[in-house]
Every structure is written in structure tokens, then in C-alpha cells.
């Protein structure tokens, strides 16, 4: 949408989207779901789109946000790529500081990358791990004073007991000192890097036999958990039973809107699966009941479940779990539903993967598994909502292949 921006025209935003500014030709205000607004440089070099992230408002003013922008279209009919140009690929705090903290500096790449992620929990758990793993070793250090053993005391104490956690650190340390030796902020070797250098020193993550499962609830204490739940009256709770009814995830869940509900069936556009695919899920009659429930207690949203218009956070059904003293995870219950359909049920493995939404790693079976078999996961689904409401579902015939 192209609209004359001005100060109380971005502020009063509310719906996510991104919003051409009338102006200069390629920028941008894009208002992500959580309310926060960047300011985004659109063009294209050599037949190739890129985005280069100005700020975010109002910390970076819409006289300057226009500045920047028209600075790198002045790039652009040169001939040079804008993203090269340092001045905006460099936070401007960083710009003029001779020495800079480790923890500023990946403070503010964070900050930077925000525009790039559409999940806002990819911030909050670079930033959760950042703060509770590294700062206490290497916030204060400056960058060019980090070496190898500095970011060993950052992983040993947790490369064998949280591994998975641990390599994903290890991860974000690499990229951020590589955007510090890009910035000439640093020189020499990577001391995070992996390959031929932490490699040499510490385990193979994928070697190291710890993997530790999310935590399930058994599913034969479901229908009294479920019982539970419904004495609960708050959005983060109709969420949490939403989710286990149809065995999905988090984010399915929280950044679900009601313009994906057809009738009784909920379509997961792309970009909020894991898998990056279209999802189709046949909803059950308590489902349905949930979510005029949800609508009724937040009747202008435009989310399924919300609080005053705003999606719920990463934690609300975590909160829920906490409530009710239950020491499983909310991805468990995607454990405790393939558990319960193996062991109590006649549906073919087949149709319990498609409802879990599962990569199919085999090509080969992946290319001849076109179709969904949404009517064989609805009945699938009807008798999980039975089992919920402790019932016995009937065994069941399994039909033709669709």
C-alpha cells in the first residue's frame, strides 16, 4: 500500500503489512504482528531483489529513514550495490566508536536483523542465550580482544549437557564476530568459527548421544489434563487445548488469524510451518466451539487467540502448563498424540505424519505423496477429540487410499 507517511500516520499503524512511502521510491514501513515498525530499503541490482533494514520507529525519524533511503538509490544509479555501502549496513552508534563491548555490539545486531525474521521469538531466544551464556564471559571484552579461549568458557559448560543449545550459540557468536571483522571492527581468525578450528577442540555435536526430547504427558492422563483445561477461563488456555486437539505447533497457534478458518478448515499458509508448505487441518467440533469462545473475548481481533487485539506471546500456554504445576512442554503433546495413535488406534502411520505435518525425508516417497488425505486425517482427528473428551473412539476401518 503507497501512502503519504507522516509522524502520526506511521504511529497509528496497527495492521501488519508493509507500507510504501509516496515519496522516495523504494522505502517502506513494515509493521510486524507484535505492533513494532522498521524501516525498509526495497530495490533491485543485476535482476536480484534486496531489503537493507534503516532502523526501527520512531528511533530512526522518517526525514532521516528518507535520507538513508534516497542516499542508496543515489548508489543505485551509479551502478554500486547500496547493501555495500557501509553506512547502511552498520548500526550508526558503531559507526564512530573506536573500541565496542561484544554485548552493545550483538545487542544491536540483533536489532538489526529483526526485519529479516517473521517469528519474533527468533530475537528473544538470540538474545536469551546471548544473556544468560556469553555476556557473563565476553559482554564486557571488547571485540577485537576475544580470542579462542574466550569462547570456550562461553561452550564447554554446556556442550555436553545442552548441546543442541549450545551449537546454536555457537552459531550466533560466529555470525555476529563475522559481521564485527566485516566492520573493521576486528581482525583475524573467527574464534567461533566450526570448521577447522572449534572443530579441532571440541565434540561433534551430532555425535554426542544427550538429545533430550521435549517432555510429554502420557496420553492416558489426557482427558483429565483436558478436563482441567477447560476450568481455566483465559485466551492462553482455549490456545493451548486449540493446539493439542489438532496436534500443532506453537507458532501455528499463536499467529494463527480467523481469515484461515473456512468453514471447518484451518489452512496454515506457508511461511508459519516449520516446513515451509501449505497445511490443511480438518477441525473438530470442540474446536470450532474454542474458537467462538476466543471470538468472544477479543471480538475485534483479527488473530484467533489474542489479548486487547495483540496475538499471544511465545510463553502464554508455557504460563498455562506452569499454572496447573504439569511438568511437560507444550511441544510434548504432539509426542503423547503420535503415542496414543500408535498404540490405541487402527489409523495408519501415514495419515498420523500428515496430520503432525512432518517432512517426508524420503524423496522418492515424497514425490508420490501429492495429495493430503485431509478426509482420512478428519477422522483421525474426530477420534482424538473423543479420546480428549474420554471417550472411547471406535476402531477404525482404514478406506482407499485418496
Known amino acids: 500500500m503507497t501512502i503519504k507517511l507522516d509522524y502520526q500516520t506511521v504511529k497509528n499503524l496497527k495492521t501488519a503489512g508493509r507500507y510504501t512511502d ?43 529513514a528518507r535520507e538513508e533511503a534516497q542516499n542508496a538509490r543515489n548508489d543505485l544509479i551509479k551502478g554500486v550495490n547500496p547493501i555495500r555501502n557501509k553506512n547502511l549496513a552498520k548500526p550508526s552508534k558503531i559507526e564512530c ?62 556442550w555436553h549437557t545442552k548441546t543442541e543449545t549450545a551449537s546454536r550459540l555457537r552459531g550466533r557468536l560466529e555470525w555476529i564476530l563475522a559481521s564485527a571483522t566485516t566492520r573493521k571492527l576486528r581482525t583475524g581468525v573467527n574464534p567461533a568459527l566450526w570448521r ?8 561433534a555435536p551430532n555425535k554426542l548421544k ?22 481455566l477461563d483465559s ?18 497457534v499463536i499467529g494463527a488469524r480467523r481469515n484461515e ?51 499471544l506471546s511465545n510463553m502464554a500456554m508455557s504460563m498455562i502448563l506452569r499454572r496447573l504445576n504439569t511438568e511437560v512442554t507444550v511441544h510434548g ?10 498404540e490405541e488406534t487402527d489409523h495408519s502411520p501415514e495419515v498420523a505424519e500428515m496430520a503432525l505435518a512432518h517432512v517426508i525425508k524420503n524423496k522418492v516417497e515424497a514425490a508420490y505423496r501429492r495429495r ?9 482427528m474426530n477420534d482424538w477429540e473423543l479420546y480428549c473428551n474420554n471417550k472411547q473412539p471406535s476402531k477404525i476401518i482404514q478406506q482407499e487410499a485418496e
Open 22 to 64: 509516496a515519496l522516495v521510491k523504494g522505502l517502506h514501513v513494515w509493521v510486524k504482528p507484535n505492533g513494532k515498525k522498521y524501516w525498509i530499503f526495497r530495490y533491485t541490482h543485476q535482476s536480484k531483489q534486496h531489503n537493507i533494514s534503516l532502523g526501527s520507529f520512531p528511533m530512526l525519524s522518517i526525514s532521516n
Open 372 to 380: 493430503d488425505l485431509l478426509e482420512r486425517r478428519r477422522l483421525l
Open 333 to 342: 503433546f504432539r509426542s503423547t498424540f503420535r503415542d496414543w495413535v500408535s
Open 261 to 311: 478458518i473456512k468453514e471447518d478448515i484451518w489452512t496454515i499458509p506457508s511461511n508459519r510451518m516449520k516446513a515451509k508448505k501449505e497445511h490443511r487441518v480438518p477441525l473438530c467440533q470442540r474446536s470450532m466451539e474454542i474458537l467462538n469462545i476466543a471470538k468472544a473475548m477479543d471480538e475485534n481481533s483479527v488473530y484467533l487467540f489474542s489479548r486487547n487485539g495483540k496475538p
Open 210 to 231: 544427550n538429545e533430550q526430547h521435549h517432555t510429554a504427558l502420557s496420553y492416558d492422563l489426557i482427558p483429565i489434563f483436558i478436563s482441567k483445561l477447560r476450568g
Open 97 to 158: 566508536a573506536d573500541k565496542v563491548t561484544f554485548e552493545k555490539f550483538a545487542l544491536e545486531c540483533v536489532e538489526a536483523k529483526r526485519a529479516e525474521w517473521t517469528n519474533e521469538k527468533h530475537a528473544a531466544q538470540w538474545i536469551f542465550t546471548l544473556k544468560n551464556y556469553a555476556f557473563k564471559h565476553i559482554g564486557n571484552k571488547e571485540l577485537d580482544e576475544i580470542e579462542t579461549e574466550d569462547i570456550l568458557n562461553v561452550l564447554k559448560p554446556i
Open 196 to 203: 577447522g578450528h572449534l572443530q579441532t577442540i571440541l565434540s
Open 235 to 252: 485466551a492462553g488456555a482455549l490456545a493451548l487445548e486449540f493446539l493439542i486437539l489438532n496436534a500443532s505447533r506453537t507458532g501455528e
